[in-house]
């Protein structure tokens, strides 16, 4: 982080290092010490320190003078009792995005565009490949030939360092059971009991375990839409691991083309569309609401994106071609939705065409540019 040049000018502390971080909970008010703009990278390991921040900003208010980042959400941790509420801004710090790895940012995401005007541009759109889900969105990973190396590093330090110092974990093994098995229902409805009895854990303890990996940003959940708003906080949502890659690690999958993949190769195509989305979403919509839509037993479409009443519906798949039972879910989302602007699917392929009134087929490439 201190190598962007937006932030080589401020004061950058990692509470990784043991001195820092015996600072930090013995005598936090010296790191804010002059007129210094200070970085703190890995805070949550020193959540007293939110009360100093409280203190500081109040005595001197400066727009960006403190930067506070960490690997596990501040406002999900049990023992922050400060949320700062109208003294910072949250940002959530997605895994770069195809745009990114790519380097393709200077463009607008084609998702704002084609929503401003519903019009496509004649243009062909490179498939998203297995390689790409496989390698995933975090930055370490970009241009490694064998990402899993890194993964199964990730997982041994996540769960040796991170995971111990978060929360008090019984049983290991049944933690890290409960990691795999989200990753392989990846893009399924939250089930917490079923969870809980293929992991040989009580309902409590797997909650507790998945509150953990949301917290840590391992998990993610994706709440439906449902047009009676107050209902959205008691319906299931569905989970994805947050990254792809990793997604890919903690299932075994080294290859999405080959046969033994097969089962499981839309779910983690479907994990890499996620992430993108939100990613996209939160640096350039944020105020948009990532969604599903599902009619149990009948009809789902994988993403519904809401913004102000405004809504537009996307359905995944990760082959090149589709057939028409493909459109099902989207057509009866519209059919149930008349206010839905776009309804699109998004398929691996090569060209975008409008199929019938607002339905479209627009490659994933294309997509997520």
Known sequence: M???????????????????????????????????QVTIDEAQKAPELLQVVKRVVDQRRKNG??????????????????????????FTLYPFTRREILGRVEETPFLMRFFDTLKLSAVDAKPVRGAEVLAGGMPPVAGLRKPEIWFKGYEQTYIDRDVRQLAQVADLLAYRNLMQL????????????????????????????????????????????????SSRLIKSPKIYVADSGLACYLTGVENLDAPASEHLRRALYETYVAQNLAAILEAHWPSAKLMFWNVQGRYEVDF???????????????????SDADLAGLLAF??????????????????????????????LGLLLS
Request: charged share 25%.
């Open 65 to 90: 003078r403190i930067i506070l980042s960490g690997s596990a959400n501040f406002e999900l941790l049990k023992n922050v009792s400060e949320s700062l509420a109208g003294r910072a801004v949250y």
């Open 182 to 229: 989200v990753a392989l229902r990846g893009g399924q409805l939250l089930n917490a009991s079923e969870l809980a009895r293929d992991t040989k854990l009580t309902v409590a303890t797997a909650s507790r375990y998945l509150n953990l990996l949301e917290t840590s940003f391992i998990l993610r959940r994706l709440p439906p839409f449902i047009n009676n708003r």
């Open 2 to 36: 201190q190598h962007e040049d937006a932030l080589r000018h401020r004061r950058y502390i990692t509470l990784d290092d043991f001195a820092s971080l015996r600072v930090a909970r013995e005598n936090p008010e010296s790191l804010f010490q002059g007129n210094d």
């Open 334 to 363: 519209l059919e149930r939705t008349p206010n839905c602007e776009a309804a699109i699917l998004a398929y691996n392929g090569t060209q975008a065409v409008k199929l019938r009134d607002k339905l479209w087929a627009i490659p």
């Open 304 to 322: 519904v994106i809401e913004n102000k009443r405004r809504i537009f519906a996307i359905e995944m798949k990760a082959a090149s071609r589709w």
